[in-house]
């Protein structure tokens, strides 16, 4: 993972926190067992389970695992997004969804 990459999680992992909503990221998906794929970002609300892919630019598209997560969770019923860093702009996409996590 790049520092940019980090960088953007931990920004929305922040956004969630201070809306009282809880988050992981993995720092090491390597070391994960499990499907190969699985979003960097789990944000869950009392009312909504979300998970995040982010990418930065010149990243890949989704790989064939996390093209398979996304639409098992999008099947499911899970908000699913992928994001970038121009989503943390106030009101943007980041704040959208963490509103739409964080409300019934």
Do not use: N
């Amino acid at each position: 993972m790049t520092s940019q990459h980090d960088a953007v999680v931990r920004a929305i992992m922040t956004k969630a926190a201070s809306r009282g909503l809880l988050s992981h990221y993995c720092t090491r998906s390597v070391t994960c067992a499990g499907d190969r794929g699985l979003p960097d970002l789990i944000i869950a609300g009392t009312y909504h389970l979300g998970f995040i892919e982010v990418k930065t630019p010149g990243s890949p598209s989704l790989s064939p695992g996390q093209t398979r997560w996304r639409h098992v969770l999008i099947a499911a019923g899970a908000v699913y997004e992928i994001m970038t860093g121009e989503d943390l702009a106030p009101g943007g996409a980041v704040d959208q969804f963490l509103t739409f996590i964080s409300t019934p």
